[in-house]
Structures are given as structure tokens and as C-alpha cells.
């Protein structure tokens, strides 16, 4: 059974930073491709960021690029989001997700991952 466990939400200020991390365990983390989901309230899903298992290329939305980082540490089963330049309109519920498809290219749709985390809420105040 494939568990995904997020960390490290919180309140920050406009122009502040926060580091999320994804623990998954039950599987084999280095085979699946990982991103990072976001959700405000009323709106759908939407693809903050993405990697590949080989972590040879990441993936943003156009919204967080430059800003935001996505990494992974295969040994420690790990994915990371770091977050610079906080907006407030980042405030959302933000979560990991697995694929285990093993496609070619990070998928950027939510329903087309295997697996997620329960997510951790990102406020940004103005």
C-alpha cells in the first residue's frame, strides 16, 4: 500500500518562503514520476509542479515558475517543493501525487495520477 504524507504548510507573509515535503512509502519511489497539486477553495485541481523518477527534468505551471523548485531525493523517498516569493494567491491546499505509469513526460492532470497525499494548507497573507 502506497502512502504519500505532506509537511511543512503553514501561515507565511507576501514575499516569504516554505519548503513542503512528500514522504511516500509502500512502493518503489524511484520508478514513479511526482507532483505537486494545488487546491483554493472552489476551484479545481490545479498542477503547481512535476519531476521525473530520474529527476532529469522538472515541470511548473507558468504561475510558479521561477519561484517555486521541485526536487527529490530518491534515497530518502522524498519530494520537495520550495517555495519563494509567496503570493497570496498561492493560498491553497497543496498535495502530492504519484505515477506510476512510467509515460514518457510528467503528467500535468490530477485524475491521472495513481496516488495522494492527505495535502497541507499554504495561507499567504497580504
Known amino acids: 500500500q502506497v502512502q504519500l504524507v505532506e509537511s511543512g504548510g503553514g501561515l507565511v507573509q507576501a514575499g516569504g518562503s516554505l519548503r513542503l515535503s512528500c514522504a511516500v512509502s509502500g512502493g518503489t519511489f524511484s520508478t514513479y514520476d511526482m507532483g505537486w497539486f494545488r487546491q483554493a477553495p472552489e476551484k479545481d485541481h490545479e498542477f503547481v509542479a512535476g519531476?521525473?523518477?530520474?529527476?532529469?527534468?522538472?515541470y511548473y505551471a507558468d504561475s510558479v515558475k521561477g519561484r517555486f523548485t521541485i526536487t527529490r531525493d530518491n534515497a530518502k523517498n522524498t519530494v520537495y517543493l520550495q517555495m519563494n516569493s509567496l503570493k497570496p494567491e498561492d493560498t491553497a491546499v497543496y498535495y502530492c501525487?504519484?505515477?506510476?505509469?512510467?509515460?514518457?513526460?510528467?503528467?500535468?492532470?490530477?485524475?491521472?495520477?495513481?496516488?495522494w497525499g492527505q495535502g497541507t494548507q499554504v495561507t499567504v497573507s497580504s
Open positions: 519531476i521525473s523518477g530520474s529527476a532529469s527534468r522538472p
Open positions: 501525487a504519484a505515477d506510476r505509469s512510467g509515460v514518457v513526460g510528467v503528467r500535468r492532470r490530477w485524475n491521472e495520477y495513481d496516488y
